[in-house]
Structures are given as C-alpha cells and as structure tokens.
C-alpha cells in the first residue's frame, strides 16, 4: 500500500485516476482547490459525470481507501506518491498553458519535506519535467528528496473506468530506478490481475502491457496516441467527403477498409469531427512543439486543418437544404457533449455549430441526456431538453450529432402528424434511414450519396 496524493484530483482525470488507485488497495488523498467539487466528492458525489464511478467512489470513502481536501500541504505531507493532474490547456498560438503545473511545482518545492515521488499525469509538452524538476531543485535535491516521472493517461471519457482498470498499456518514463520502482509498486496489483473491480463490464483477466521508458518518449507516446487517432478521424472524414462528390456509401466503404487487420475499423467513424478537451488541444501542442524545434509537420498540420473544415462541410449541408438565409428557421440538434455517453461540453463541436447558427439567427434546440445543465452554464440561451419530442417540435432541419443510442432506436413516425416534417441531417450514419423514408422525410447521411 502506498500512501498517494492527487492534485487536481476533482477534475476528470484526477478523480478518475485517484478513485482507480484507491481501489487499487492504496491511500488516496485528492486535492483540489475547486471547493465546491470537493464538497460533492466528499459526500461521493461527482460533478464529472463517469458509468459506474460515483459507485465504487462511495465504497472507497467508506473504507476511508479516499479523502478529499482543499488542503494541499495535508495531501504532500501525507503522500509519498503524489501525482499530478491539473489541467494544461491550450493557449491562443496553440501551446499548453503550462501555469497550473508551474505553480503547483512552486507550491511542492515549499511543502515537501521528504522523499517524494513526483508523478505528471496531466499531458504535458517535453522539457516541462525538466521545468519542474529545476523549480523543485531551488530548493530540494533531485534523487534525495524527489524523482519526476511521465505516467500519461490514456483515459476516454465516458469508458474511463475500463480504461483504468483494463488498460491497453500502462507507459512510465524517468531516469530514476527508484522512482520506477515506487511506479511499478503502485500498478502492480493490476499488472498481477489482483484487483477486484465491481464493474461488470471491465475484463480485468488480461496481461497488460506495461511500458518502462524515459520521461521524453513517455510524453511523446501520448502526443502520438492523441495525434495518430486524430489522424484516424480526418482521414475517414475526408474520405467521407470524397464518397459523398462521386456517389459512394460510407458505411460500406468504413466496414470493407476496416476488415485489413493493419488497419481495424474501430476509431474510424466519420462526423463533426473530433472535438472534447483532448485530441485538438494535443495535436496543437505537438504541432507547436515541432515548430519549436523547427521541425515541419505537414502531416499534422493537415488533420488539424481538416477538422477545422468540417464544421463547414456540416453548415453546408443545412444551408443546402434550408437556404442561405437561416433568419427564424427552427433547427434542432442531438448531442450537444462533445461525445455520447459523456456530460462534457469542453470544446464540443456541436456548441460551435450552434454558435454559428444563432449567429445567422436560427433558433436552435439542443437535445441531450446528460449536458444540460452544463450547456446552461456556458450557453444559457441554448434550451437543452432531454426529451426527444420536444426537442424536435416544429424542426426545420434536425442535425444528429453523436452516436448516442436514442438516436438510432428513435421511431421518427411519431412526426408523421406533425406539420413540418424536418429535413434529417445524420452525420454519424447511426439514424434507421429506411424508417425515414417510410415517413416520408428527406434525409442526407454524411459520406453517402442520396
Ligand atoms: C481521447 C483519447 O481517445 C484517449 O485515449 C485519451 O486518453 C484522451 O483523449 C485524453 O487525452 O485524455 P476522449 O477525448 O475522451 O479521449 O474521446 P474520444 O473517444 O477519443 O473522442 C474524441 C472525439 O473524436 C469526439 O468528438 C468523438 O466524437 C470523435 N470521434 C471519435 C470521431 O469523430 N470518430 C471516431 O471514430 C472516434
């Protein structure tokens, strides 16, 4: 057992990776200075929205395995692991904004009064462990009274939990074996399968890899994850917008290209492109480390530049159908989180689309099952219903989103009374097409010809 303390443990990776390791056998200590989220997790309840989480963070705090404080002098003092996961996100020329992470490495270098294992879960450009351990050096000894390590989250939202506890690696880097040890102690009752997990549906009985490195390779491994399925989705979309000019259908195209086992079919949906706090912020900070090291990443610089277009692609699509002018025309749209299965709005694609539409003077509704009180705090003029009924009354165009199972399964024949029959715009091909024309509503699948 290993006494842990996270810092920035109420945000998304910090809780997620905090309650992982308190079910792991250790003891957690999470810090953070949101209070009011510390309060919510004390009485274990979170503000972050995971399947299955609030049920094993509930148990944990019950066996006093997880506490919660704003205190970060308690967390370090109590710790001898601490990890780190506060956000670092991105600045206008694309860099991460490093000043969350600075601060707490000036805050560590006055707090620390014993050997202390300082783990960067947050994802972090290279040279930033170099940055802390000469902010911690000011004052401390490097190998003596501290070692930094990369230990870099491979965390989706909405599946985090398998992600923890049935991990498709675990990658660590530092030059420190002692360090390395304390890392491999705290992961080792997963890496020996000794981890009982109330989750049904994580497999936990499978060898997980697990990646010793040093800390720049370990940073780069995640920049290249984030960046390599970012490629993923702005090759499938451009390939979508190639099948749609000459006729092809995109499903079939995604399922015949999938079926290479080089090249899989998971990870290569088409849509709005790829949005959330992670995959763009990533690729700008590696583009930008490139830059810096003047380096030119075409390559890079072509996904991010692809995602950017399609937004457009989709505004072409309603403007297609509703006419230039949008002045008063009711659109609807399902998914506002950046993704199915998630309460986050942070850099959803689907609040840009809605900014571009109010901004033409549409009325937009929103429909989610888990992101309306979030929608309400940065858009409080976005009405956000979870009721699919509403949300589609009156429609002129209605723009399916995400993958979110109400979409497939909805029975569009209870619009068959209405008035307007709106104009379907599905641009994740999950919506029954067959139902739509047998309801006589017109529809454009993103990727397919009509
Ligand atoms: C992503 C990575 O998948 C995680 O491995 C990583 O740990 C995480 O970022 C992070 O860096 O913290 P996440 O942002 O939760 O995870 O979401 P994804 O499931 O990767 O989806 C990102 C975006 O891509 C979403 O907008 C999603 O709708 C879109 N997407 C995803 C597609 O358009 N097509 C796909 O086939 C998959």
Redesign the pocket.
């Known amino acids: 057992m290993t006494n842990i303390g996270v810092i920035g443990g109420a945000g998304y990776?910090g809780l997620v990776t905090g309650v992982g390791l308190a079910a792991l056998g250790h003891k957690v200590i999470s810090m953070d200075l949101d209070q009011s989220r510390i309060e919510m997790l004390r009485k274990g309840s979170s503000a972050v929205y995971e399947k299955g989480l609030e049920v094993i963070l509930r148990g944990l705090i019950k066996k006093g395995q997880i506490s919660f404080t704003e205190n970060q002098l308690q967390a370090v003092r109590n710790s001898d692991v601490l990890f780190i996961a506060v956000g670092t996100p991105s600045l206008d020329d694309g860099a991460a904004d490093l000043s969350a992470v600075i601060a707490v490495a000036e805050q560590l270098r006055e707090m620390i009064d014993k050997y202390t294992v300082i783990v960067v879960k947050s994802?972090v450009p290279v040279g930033t462990t170099r940055i802390i351990t000469e902010i911690l050096a000011q004052k401390l000894t490097e190998s003596e009274d501290f070692d930094v390590v990369s230990n870099p989250?491979?965390?989706?939202?909405?599946e985090g939990l398998i992600?923890f506890f049935a991990p498709s690696r675990i990658v660590v880097g530092s030059s420190s074996t002692r360090a390395l040890e304390a890392l491999r102690t705290i992961y080792e009752p997963l890496l020996s399968g000794n981890v009982v997990v109330d989750v049904p549906w994580i497999d936990v009985d499978r060898e997980i890899p697990y990646v010793e490195t040093d800390v720049i390779s370990a940073q780069l491994i995640?920049y290249a994850?984030?960046a390599f399925?970012a490629a993923?989705?702005s090759f499938?979309n451009e390939i979508a917008g190639i099948s749609e000019k000459v006729g092809g259908t995109i499903t079939d195209i995604v399922f015949g290209l999938g079926l290479d086992p080089r090249i899989g079919s998971s990870?290569?949906?088409?849509?709005?492109?790829?949005?959330?706090?992670?995959?763009d912020k990533?690729l700008r900070a590696l583009i930008r480390i490139a830059d810096e090291n003047s380096y030119d990443s075409v390559m890079l610089a072509g996904v991010l530049k692809r995602n950017d277009l399609q937004l457009r692609e989709v505004m072409n699509k309603i403007t297609g159908t509703l006419g230039p002018n949008l002045y008063k025309k009711r659109i609807t749209l399902l998914g506002i989180a950046?993704?199915e299965g998630?309460n986050d709005v942070r850099q959803s694609?689907s609040l840009r689309l809605y900014r571009l539409l109010r901004d033409q003077g549409a009325l937009v509704v929103g429909h989610d099952l888990l992101a309306a009180s979030e929608t309400a705090e940065i858009e409080p003029n976005l009405v956000v219903t979870s009721d699919m009924n509403v949300a589609l009354d009156g429609a002129n165009a209605v723009v399916v989103l995400?993958a979110e199972s109400a979409y497939s399964s909805f029975d569009w024949s209870s619009l068959i009374s209405s008035e307007v029959l709106p104009y379907v715009i599905d641009t994740r091909g999950v919506v029954d097409v067959t139902m739509l024309s047998n309801c006589g509503i017109t529809f454009d699948v993103l990727g397919s010809a009509e």
Do not use: H, Q
Not at 153 to 158: A, P, S
Not at 267 to 279: A, E, R, T
């Open positions: 990776v994802t989250e491979f965390l989706r939202e909405g992600d995640k994850s984030n399925l993923r989705i499938i990870y290569l949906k088409p849509g709005i492109g790829f949005g959330g706090p992670c995959l990533d950046f993704k998630t694609l995400n």
